[in-house]
């Protein structure tokens, strides 16, 4: 393979780092005094779930994050964090690049109707699956320093 400037190792790893930098922003973003004390961001996606075309949708919602929407918050919330974190310092990477594209599923999932939402979901579980299945943890990576996922 050739590539310029770097090599494809390392483009990669340029790549599951900038994923891992866009989940720090979307933790970043979030307002967590909202999402924490007056649980906004589960209320949100509690009226889009109620909305949703698709009755599993609907009926998930309700039953899984519903019943318990502080719990619900602070794991959104920490699973952007831990995924970014994860991604950028490559700890447990094939790890964090399979959990990153299951949430930008379920993200997808839930919000099927905006094109917007739509779109940035499925970059970022394409390139969570081009990380993973270039095995971008094996340079610039906490894991690749201690011989993980070789």
């Known amino acids: 393979m050739h590539a310029i400037w770097l090599d494809g190792a390392q483009w ?18 979030k307002d967590k005094k909202a999402w924490f004390e007056r649980g906004t961001g589960i209320a949100w996606a509690a009226d889009v779930a109620a909305k ?9 919602f309700d039953t899984v994050v519903k019943p318990r929407p502080k719990i619900m918050a ?32 379920l993200y997808f999932t839930l919000m099927i109707h905006d094109w917007a939402e739509q779109g940035q979901n499925t ?9 993973f299945f270039g095995m971008s943890w094996q340079v610039w990576s906490l894991d690749a320093a201690a011989g993980w996922f070789a």
């Open 123 to 131: 970059m970022m579980a394409l390139i969570s699956a081009v990380a």
């Open 74 to 105: 602070y794991v959104v919330v920490n699973a952007e964090l831990a995924l970014g974190l994860g991604l950028v310092l490559g700890f447990l990477t094939p790890v964090a690049l399979i959990a990153g594209l299951l949430l930008n599923a």
């Open 52 to 60: 949703h075309r698709w009755e599993a949708v609907r009926s998930g």
């Open 12 to 29: 990669l790893a340029v790549l599951r780092i900038g994923l891992g930098l866009w989940w720090l922003e979307s933790w970043r973003h």
